[in-house]
């Protein structure tokens, strides 16, 4: 059994790893802002400096579900602690690295932690609040890494501006320092298995492989256009420059407000809002391809996609809470793996589509893609709604003697409704 976490404690150990979370967001991303410093510096080309971003994601994929069954037995106190003085180690060496080779080590490093963090970091920080308001808790966790790319990046890359990149990293080491301090404080020692949300409340493997199929789809569409959200502006809305940081600003705020909209229906309404935020992404990403030049409609359509790209995610972690078929650890790291595949093949499709068609059909495919995920999950939906009532009519026994009818029951066949 887990011991007894007063509401103070778990609430300030779900602080703690939404830090952790925006942390590990701002990390993976930081080289995106920095990537014109970082480049001349260790004497490399900028793609090759942006290859620190997507070799990242594609370490999360394939690490995720290994690393999470090799320390499935791990103390969860231990293991996050560790995972973040490995995080803040990993920063540190980035700071310091001499050349691109060791930046590119101190990125992997990093990568492995981000990967095992992600898969046991939301049923730890969850496990101590009571089943009906785990959604919220869930919503609150997601802040973290929803406004890495609101505060986070642009402070680190203002900081590496003024200070020099590795500024940046150091800086961050810092902070993992800091957060691995407060969960060895924090967070009690207990066997996994002991965890409050060691399993899942509701287990249905069927619909989970559905949940993941969808998540990388959604994912997928979503970051089709997102990576490539520039060149759209400039090229199929027209704007200058000038106001691209303001736009990207926009759409970071609407998903705060994505996330914490998302808190007050997880518990109440999990289905609706999973739908609710596909539904709006998909029209707004086709909304982007039909009216893309109409600059008022762009500003409302990218608002729109933050909105739904983050109330999304949070509801992917909250159903998984539910339909977990075993440990959530696994499910979780399942779940990792499906939105950093749904990156990977959302910013390949971008890169393919673009030299030859441009940037506005890439809101056609993203679009088209996130509309497949809504599609998938509302069948899904309606599907488990027909099996839980099936009715059956219970047939009378084959042989029965004459006699008269038992007082009070009704002489003609029974209705039942079988509950799966």
């Not at 793609?47 to 690393?67: D, E, F, K, R, W």
């Not at 980035?94 to 992600?118: D, E, I």
């Not at 080491?173 to 409340?201: E, H, Q, W």
């Not at 990388?216 to 990576?227: E, K, N, P």
Request: without cysteine.
């Amino acid at each position: 059994m887990a011991p007894e976490v007063s509401p103070r404690r778990a609430r300030a150990v779900l602080v703690a790893l939404s830090l952790a979370a925006f942390a590990f967001i701002t990390t993976e991303l930081l080289p995106v802002g920095l990537l014109t410093h970082i480049a001349p510096d260790l004497d490399r080309s900028r793609s090759q400096v942006g290859l620190l971003v997507s070799g990242y994601a594609v370490v999360v994929v394939l690490a995720s579900v290994p690393l999470t069954r090799l320390t499935q037995r791990i103390p969860r106190r231990h293991l996050l602690g560790g995972t973040m003085l490995l995080f803040a180690a990993a920063n540190a060496a980035a700071a310091l690295a001499p050349t691109y080779a060791v930046l590119a080590g101190s990125r992997l490093v990093t990568a492995l932690a981000q990967a095992l963090f992600w898969s046991i970091a939301t049923a730890t920080a969850i496990g101590p609040f009571p089943v009906a308001v785990r959604g919220r808790a869930v919503a609150l966790f997601a802040t973290g890494a929803t406004l890495a790319p609101v505060l986070g990046v642009p402070l680190g890359t203002w900081l590496g501006q003024q200070a020099g990149w590795r500024a940046a990293f150091a800086v961050l080491a810092g902070v993992g320092l800091a957060i691995a301090a407060a969960v060895l404080v924090l967070l009690p020692s207990y066997p996994p298995a002991a965890g409050g949300a060691a399993r899942g409340s509701a287990p249905d493997g069927r619909r989970f492989a559905v949940l993941l199929i969808a998540t990388a789809l959604g994912i997928g569409g979503f970051m089709t256009l997102q990576t490539y959200v520039t060149p759209f502006l400039l090229d199929v809305s027209g704007f200058a420059d000038a106001v691209l940081a303001p736009l990207l600003f926009v759409s970071g705020v609407a998903g705060v407000v994505g996330t914490l909209v998302a808190a007050r229906t997880l518990d109440t309404r999990p289905i609706a809002s999973l739908l609710t935020p596909l539904s709006i992404g998909a029209v707004s990403l086709l909304g982007l391809y039909a009216l893309g030049a109409l600059r008022p409609g762009v500003v409302a359509f990218l608002a729109g996609i933050g909105l739904a790209y983050a109330a999304f995610g949070s509801a992917v972690q909250s159903r998984m809470l539910q339909l977990a078929p075993g440990s959530t650890d696994i499910a979780s790291a399942g779940v990792s793996t499906a939105f950093n595949a749904g990156i990977a093949g959302g910013s390949l499709l971008g890169g393919a589509l673009l030299p030859a068609s441009g940037a506005r059909p890439l809101a056609l495919a993203g679009g088209l893609l996130t509309l497949a995920a809504l599609t998938l999950l509302a069948v899904d939906t309606r599907r488990g709604r027909v099996v839980r009532l099936e009715p059956t009519v219970a047939r009378p026994p084959a042989t029965r003697r004459p006699g008269p009818p038992a007082v009070g029951k009704p002489s003609g066949p029974a209705v039942t409704h079988r509950l799966r």
